[in-house]
């Protein structure tokens, strides 16, 4: 099979067509699927899923019939359209960083990040697939440049597409996560004005890690990862509570933090407990997201985000969004993937994907060669 050349260039040939590739992004639990097809008022959602996986996720990747059973089930109850998928690698297999470079005269823009990679590198550099997003600076040194770079292990990136062909699919790309996901929000955060797009902070929760990644504008230009998850907020629940791990995890995604009725609070008393509770755990949160604050403005002339966008685990909990503008005073919301398109789809489809900010990524996946006109 032959093997993408660059993991973030867009494949614009398929933007002409009806219907897109089909966004597949396999999470710690579910499989979710997006397919987007062109309408006049640009892209449309033509088919949505999210299956529950019948066993651990491990489990089912070591069984090639099984994941293909389940896919095919996807596609066939929910009006898929053909087997072309975008996919990504799981954040654990890939590298994500910054680096400044000079150009030479005449010297490809390519061929001088390679040459600082073979510095940071050594002798894994010709073990990996690498790709980059150059990033535009402000500060007037037009020979000192600078780009995000993302490298992975040829191993997954051919292990990840034999994944996809056992399961009857055929990869048109294989994506990065955060960069799908700048995708999406540059659709979602998009002003009146098409070539406006505000400055936002998307912060993806995980089990043991979250990933805070900037998007400027349409680009993205950070993408960072942190030592807090959904599973250290479980653990304090359990300890000072005194309860069951699947107790503790039934709290938060069901009660949360919305101790105001008005807002959908069902158990005010409880919901002000595990804020207090969970504080001083969200202030670590809090300081990890000061630190990217401080770090984009200082990269551009002082300008700040304008929207911090939230998802994955933590981002299921009832008033999470609430608390964080509290401790963070920024605008704040759980981001909709839907919010910004058209749909086939009926309510009770739509019902059955929620959380949905849970399909974010394939969302992201499944935009890949629309462009916003």
């Given at each position: 099979m032959k093997m993408p050349g660059n993991l973030l260039?867009?494949?614009?040939?398929?933007?002409?067509?009806?219907?897109?590739?089909?966004?597949?992004?396999?999470?710690?639990e579910r499989a979710n699927l997006v397919q987007f097809e062109n309408s006049n008022n640009g892209p449309r959602i033509r088919a949505a899923a999210s299956l529950p996986y019948p066993c651990t996720r491990e489990q089912l990747l070591a069984d090639p019939r099984r994941l293909k059973a389940l896919l095919s089930q996807a596609r066939s109850e929910h009006d898929f359209k053909g087997r072309r998928v975008v996919s990504c690698l799981r954040a654990a297999e890939l590298q994500i960083f910054p680096i400044s470079y000079t150009a030479a005269e005449g010297q490809q823009e390519a061929v001088a990040i390679l040459g600082e990679l073979r510095e940071r590198l050594k002798g894994a550099l010709d073990a990996s697939v690498i790709d980059y997003l150059p990033i535009r600076t402000e500060d007037g040194d037009n020979a000192r440049r600078e780009a995000l770079v993302a490298v992975a292990s040829r191993e997954s990136?051919?292990?990840?597409?034999?994944?996809?062909?056992?399961?009857?699919?055929?990869?048109?790309?294989?994506?990065?996560?955060?960069?799908a996901l700048a995708r999406l929000v540059s659709f979602v955060n998009r002003t009146d004005k098409r070539d406006q797009h505000p400055n936002a902070l998307v912060i993806n929760f995980g089990r043991a890690k979250s990933y805070l990644s900037v998007v400027w504008g349409r680009r993205l230009i950070l993408d960072r990862e942190i030592e807090f998850g959904e599973q250290v907020l479980v653990q304090r629940v359990v300890r000072l509570l005194g309860m069951g791990e699947d107790l503790a995890v039934r709290l938060l995604q069901e009660c949360g933090f919305r101790s105001d009725p008005a807002h959908g609070g069902n158990d005010p008393e409880m919901a002000q407990t595990l804020k207090e509770v969970l504080r001083p755990e969200l202030a670590t949160l809090t300081a990890e997201v000061n630190k990217t604050l401080i770090y984009t403005a200082s990269r551009s002339r002082g300008r700040s985000i304008d929207q911090i966008y939230l998802l994955g685990s933590i981002g299921r909990y009832p008033g999470i969004d609430r608390l964080i503008l509290e401790m963070l005073a920024v605008p704040v919301e759980v981001l909709n993937p839907f919010r910004a398109f058209g749909s086939r789809l009926g309510e009770a489809e739509l019902a059955r994907l929620r959380p949905i900010a849970g399909i974010a990524l394939a969302c992201g996946l499944a935009l890949r060669g629309f462009d916003h006109h």
């Amino acid at each position: 099979m032959k093997m993408p050349g660059n993991l973030l260039a867009p494949l614009k040939r398929f933007a002409a067509e009806a219907s897109g590739e089909i966004g597949l992004h396999l999470s710690n639990e579910r499989a979710n699927l997006v397919q987007f097809e062109n309408s006049n008022n640009g892209p449309r959602i033509r088919a949505a899923a999210s299956l529950p996986y019948p066993c651990t996720r491990e489990q089912l990747l070591a069984d090639p019939r099984r994941l293909k059973a389940l896919l095919s089930q996807a596609r066939s109850e929910h009006d898929f359209k053909g087997r072309r998928v975008v996919s990504c690698l799981r954040a654990a297999e890939l590298q994500i960083f910054p680096i400044s470079y000079t150009a030479a005269e005449g010297q490809q823009e390519a061929v001088a990040i390679l040459g600082e990679l073979r510095e940071r590198l050594k002798g894994a550099l010709d073990a990996s697939v690498i790709d980059y997003l150059p990033i535009r600076t402000e500060d007037g040194d037009n020979a000192r440049r600078e780009a995000l770079v993302a490298v992975a292990s040829r191993e997954s990136v051919l292990r990840h597409l034999d994944l996809l062909e056992n399961a009857g699919l055929q990869a048109s790309a294989i994506d990065i996560g955060p960069a799908a996901l700048a995708r999406l929000v540059s659709f979602v955060n998009r002003t009146d004005k098409r070539d406006q797009h505000p400055n936002a902070l998307v912060i993806n929760f995980g089990r043991a890690k979250s990933y805070l990644s900037v998007v400027w504008g349409r680009r993205l230009i950070l993408d960072r990862e942190i030592e807090f998850g959904e599973q250290v907020l479980v653990q304090r629940v359990v300890r000072l509570l005194g309860m069951g791990e699947d107790l503790a995890v039934r709290l938060l995604q069901e009660c949360g933090f919305r101790s105001d009725p008005a807002h959908g609070g069902n158990d005010p008393e409880m919901a002000q407990t595990l804020k207090e509770v969970l504080r001083p755990e969200l202030a670590t949160l809090t300081a990890e997201v000061n630190k990217t604050l401080i770090y984009t403005a200082s990269r551009s002339r002082g300008r700040s985000i304008d929207q911090i966008y939230l998802l994955g685990s933590i981002g299921r909990y009832p008033g999470i969004d609430r608390l964080i503008l509290e401790m963070l005073a920024v605008p704040v919301e759980v981001l909709n993937p839907f919010r910004a398109f058209g749909s086939r789809l009926g309510e009770a489809e739509l019902a059955r994907l929620r959380p949905i900010a849970g399909i974010a990524l394939a969302c992201g996946l499944a935009l890949r060669g629309f462009d916003h006109h």
